[in-house]
């Protein structure tokens, strides 16, 4: 069997050994047997953004201060102008607030819209495709042998998926070089924590690639936008307009990456075939 | 190969001569040639419920009105009582505005909450989680060979997934007899449509069983038992809090069903092990 990739060659990645994260359920299956196996655990977590409750996200639970930074910004009821004072967690209520030192645009937005429409999801939907019109991402070059070796490190990463499955992984990478490695039960929940740990570390996003497991929809792709990533790279597949919106966003997306295999779908001219 | 499930078999089940359910996507793949796929459309829809904006959803787009009712009544922003005056879908605007006779309860109670709490989104989500106090699905028999040709009819229908892939399924089941399948690129919206269609049909559901092709987590056991569908099988895994959830409410759920295989992880003692 190929030798592991070390968890210590991350900066952030699953901790597979927080019993937090998993639990033993008992079923019987085909054969009429009882069967015990260790399954992953789901929870909800309510964030507020200063006193206004703005959604509850069902998580695994790790990362909650990240989850909850990372959806605010994501969701652009945060920007980078906004001073973040605190980001408590209440793990007895399952609650997260982040605290700003002004009051965010957000809030009046909301509470303008709300009198006039009700409900803020749609509403908040549509500010996020409105404010892509402000987002240029500069093009840059992806190695094909950075991709084969990233997805060989982090297929042998020791990860909740390995351990216990029906998870989704994303993964911020600096070229060959998988920096943080975030899971969980959606897969936007699980970009949102790279988000948050990003922001939270000041890391730089221009020069960074974005792996992740789930597909490439919209969503996804303008997530990866909002955090100023160029490349995204998946496993899975890629819905037409998250081919568009990325082609849109001169970004690099590539699609069913497995072993040296992939589908290259927006910046093609931009790669680099330096692998046989 | 095996003969395909016919479509003419079921009530109502994916067009996948729809065109404008997917399209042509050009990429380079990892030898640097120019491939040319067929992949899945997503688009925004945006339902009303009388004149409130409540969410914008993307969904590939067929069944608009399926997918409003059903997400409307699965969030119980709709109940039983509520009488539907029309349904209307303007392809222009990509809008469903859903009507009721009279103001529906869901109105009142976002605009009380909304002057405190601000957005709804999260409110909605508790209050889906109080009701579940008030469903009782009694326990209803689950054979087998139903499992088994009920699995294999399903995998030789003609559907979006095989065509393109990137898509999950539901199929809302009788017995052995696949009824109604719908899909989408969020499994939450397949289910939602089932749900609109069932309440449109007049379908009566405690003797219905569900199949799934997504995980099974809080959200799709809630879903179901709002529908009041007491069986619920997956070919995926499960969640810690899906499967409680599901004992709680009386509910058989069946996960990482394949082939002859299963796990059975609620009411294994409503199981009719009638194969060999």
């Not at 996200?57 to 909650?64: E, K, L």
């Not at 749609?122 to 992806?142: A, P």
């Not at 969503?219 to 990325?246: Q, Y």
Request: a neutral charge; one cysteine or more.
């Amino acid at each position: 069997m190929a030798k592991k990739f070390s968890v210590a060659d991350y900066l952030i990645s699953p901790n597979i050994s927080d019993k937090a994260l998993f639990g033993n359920v008992l079923g019987i299956d085909h054969n009429r047997e009882e069967v015990s196996m260790e399954v992953i655990e789901e929870k909800p977590l309510t964030i507020y953004l200063n006193s206004q409750e703005v959604v509850t996200a069902m998580t695994i639970g790790d990362h909650p201060e990240y989850l909850a930074i990372g959806f605010l910004y994501n969701q652009r009821m945060l920007s980078q102008e906004d001073e973040l004072t605190s980001v408590e967690f209440d793990p007895e209520l399952d609650v997260v607030v982040v605290r700003t030192l002004r009051h965010t645009d957000f809030e009046k937005k909301l509470k303008k819209r709300t009198r006039t429409s009700g409900c803020a999801v749609g509403t908040v939907f549509g500010d996020i495709l409105e404010g892509l019109d402000q987002i240029s991402l500069k093009g840059s070059k992806l190695r094909t042998s950075w991709m084969y070796e990233l997805s060989n490190k982090i297929n042998r990463t020791d990860s909740l998926y390995l351990k216990v499955g029906a998870i989704h992984g994303t993964v911020l990478c600096y070229k060959s070089k998988p920096m943080c490695y975030m899971e969980d039960v959606g897969r936007h929940n699980a970009v949102d924590k790279i988000s948050g740990w990003m922001i939270s570390e000041n890391i730089r996003p221009d020069d960074k690639i974005l792996y992740t497991t789930g597909r490439l929809t919209s969503e996804m792709v303008i997530k990866t936008a909002n955090m100023g990533i160029p490349i995204l790279i998946s496993r899975s597949g890629f819905t037409v307009w998250g081919v568009e919106l990325a082609k849109k966003l001169n970004m690099t997306l590539i699609g069913r990456m497995k072993g040296k295999r992939f589908c290259c779908l927006s910046g093609g001219h931009r790669l680099i075939f330096d692998t046989v």
